[in-house]
């Protein structure tokens, strides 16, 4: 999958392609959070934009029946025109999304690039909603097949309205259409530490109220509804609701969680972690692992680390909502972690793309960036490759194909630029370039001292 972009902030023009891996690096403010939050955007709104509506006749057909067959095929022919007006809408909608002035992106552009794109109709799906105790609509397609069916069972005589049931209609047959095209994505800002640090001061909503309501005598519905918006960009706001809701969301369980297979995944998460999360009395707590001699403590998110409350979300994401063909985006995966740690960060990151889960970062961090080519470098015929890897504690879950892996690097002349992903890793003469500088200069400080 590919995007298009054009004048969104710093960018003037460019285009990324997914890959299992993508890495966008570049120097501050050249536009690398712009990038990821509009691919989040497209990925995670697109469907609010795509009319899959289905006729009266057959709502009809399904509630007298008790079953409807679509074929899915019929949408293929407009694929295309689906992902454009998606696409139209987004940019249009890019200063809501941001929450900036309307004249902010005035001309920017944030598209899908929907050229040879076709549906996949390889994998089951296989849901269902309820409502209430008396309704129910299922939903199947087997393997291989492009027939979904839909059945509608109730007890009630049907009391769900029309427009209800559209709505969910067309929402997992957008769910079915795209699940194996476009990945499900779930985004971890840069403004996470601040967020694990505030969460209980950021009920926006109840807050805006309370203000509005008590600062008049008469209340104002317009302007009660424009306090009621977030001040952040939509990512941010994703992640404060996330923050909100860690009680119930921490309950489920990921593919993660429970597929034996991904243990060096929760043992690489635990390693980086030193501990794990827990909710206790509606409070996010972080439990350390316990230290022989020294008593088990209970430390709440807000006065734990900054190393604990940056990796707050990666780790909600990876125990409870990681699911297969979905895509985590992380701004800054290096944020406040020591060297170590970001080495240990991209041998998390290696075993979960190897995992099925896709990943996008946006870095700054060489130590990162060096530890994803050690994994790529070690596909090749190295010499001691096992005792190498042993001495790594590294699994066949960690080595990353250079086909697996696009980088992108954004430069002072506001576009995007591919980088060359070889056998020997990713090429960020960026990062060597400022390391060569650094070490010239020291070279030239200490020989030049005077004793």
Not at 137 to 149: D, G, I, P, W
Not at 194 to 211: C, H, M, R, V, W
Not at 282 to 297: F, I, T
Not at 365 to 393: G, T
Request: overall charge negative.
């Amino acid at each position: 999958m590919k995007f298009n972009f054009a004048h969104l902030g710093g960018i003037d023009k460019g285009t990324v392609e997914l890959g299992d891996l993508t890495v966008i690096c570049g120097p501050n403010n050249m536009g690398k959070t712009y990038i990821s939050y509009a691919i989040y955007g497209l990925l995670r709104h697109f469907k609010q934009w795509i009319d899959l509506s289905v006729s009266r006749e057959r709502l009809a057909q399904l509630r007298d029946e008790g079953t409807l067959l679509i074929e899915l095929t019929d949408y293929q022919a407009k694929l295309a025109d689906y992902l454009k007006n998606a696409s139209s809408e987004f940019s249009e909608n890019l200063p809501r999304y941001f929450n900036v002035p309307e004249d902010f992106f005035n001309g920017a552009k944030a598209e899908f690039s929907h050229d040879q794109l076709v549906f996949d109709f390889t994998n089951e799906f296989k849901q269902a909603v309820s409502f209430g105790q008396s309704e129910q609509l299922s939903f199947y397609k087997a393997e291989n097949e492009t027939v979904l069916s839909v059945t509608f069972q109730t007890k009630s005589g049907g009391r769900v309205p029309n427009q209800i049931l559209d709505d969910v209609i067309s929402n997992h047959i957008a769910d079915c259409l795209f699940a194996d095209l476009l990945p499900r994505p779930f985004v971890v800002t840069s403004e996470r530490t601040g967020i694990a640090l505030f969460y209980k001061e950021l009920d926006i909503s109840k807050n805006a109220i309370i203000e509005h309501i008590t600062s008049g005598d008469k209340v104002n519905p317009i302007d009660l509804l424009n306090s009621m918006r977030s001040r952040y960009a939509q990512p941010i706001h994703d992640n404060i609701n996330v923050v909100r809701e860690y009680e119930n969301l921490c309950k489920r369980k990921s593919f993660i969680r429970e597929e034996s297979d991904c243990k060096p995944i929760r043992d690489a998460l635990q390693d980086l972690m030193g501990g794990s999360y827990k909710a206790v009395d509606k409070q996010v707590m972080y439990m350390p692992k316990k230290e022989r001699g020294r008593d088990k403590v209970a430390v709440p998110v807000y006065v734990a680390s900054s190393s604990i409350k940056s990796l707050f979300l990666i780790d909600l994401y990876i125990n409870s909502l990681a699911e297969k063909n979905g895509m985590l985006i992380i701004d800054e995966p290096e944020l406040n972690l020591h060297p170590d740690n970001q080495r240990k960060m991209a041998g998390l990151l290696a075993r979960l793309v190897n995992s099925g889960v896709k990943v996008l970062v946006t870095t700054h961090s060489d130590y990162l960036i060096r530890e994803l080519n050690n994994r790529v470098m070690l596909n090749l015929d190295v010499e001691n490759k096992e005792q190498i890897m042993k001495s790594a504690k590294m699994t066949g879950l960690d080595l990353l194909k250079p086909a697996q892996i696009k980088a992108y690097s954004l430069k002072d002349d506001h576009q995007i630029h591919a980088v060359e992903v070889d056998k020997y890793g990713i090429n960020m003469e960026v990062f060597d370039n400022l390391i060569a500088d650094a070490n010239e200069l020291a070279d030239k400080i200490y020989y030049g001292i005077k004793e």
